[in-house]
Nanobody, 121 residues
Framework: QVQLVESGGGLVQPGESLKLSCAAS????????MGWYRQAPEKQRELVAV???????NYAASVKGRFTISRDNAKNTVSLQMNSLKPEDTAVYYC???????????????WGQGTQVTVST
């Protein structure tokens, strides 16, 4: 079993920055994709950013140029640096990882518990 622990959410004013972090623990063979999703009230969960095992990244158009995703493979962590935050970035942010099980060698997906980000004056 794999556990994901998120940290770094909070309340900020427009234009400010926040950094989210997610640490994975447990037993697995390899972690090939890590990412962040978000869900605003009464909206569907949406992709924010993902990063592959080789470092390739993909961002939602709404955050491109403002957010930066990174990962530390040695520590099994993924981070999201969020700059120039806007009120429309307000949402619960979820960490997501895709990995291969160490026992079955089958792919599995895990989600964090979510962390609230609120951008408001």
């Amino acid at each position: 079993q794999v556990q994901l622990v998120e940290s770094g959410g909070g309340l900020v004013q427009p234009g400010e920055s926040l950094k989210l972090s997610c640490a994975a623990s447990g037993s697995f063979f390899s972690m090939y994709r890590m990412g962040w999703y978000r869900q605003a009230p009464e909206k569907q969960r949406e992709l924010v950013a993902v990063i592959g095992s080789g470092g390739g990244t993909n961002y939602a158009a709404s955050v491109k140029g403002r957010f930066t995703i990174s990962r530390d493979n040695a520590k099994n962590t993924v981070s999201l640096q969020m700059n120039s935050l806007k009120p429309e970035d307000t949402a619960v942010y979820y960490c997501n990882v895709n990995l291969l099980s160490s026992t079955t060698m089958l792919p599995s997906t895990y989600w964090g518990q979510g962390t609230q980000v609120t951008v408001s004056t």
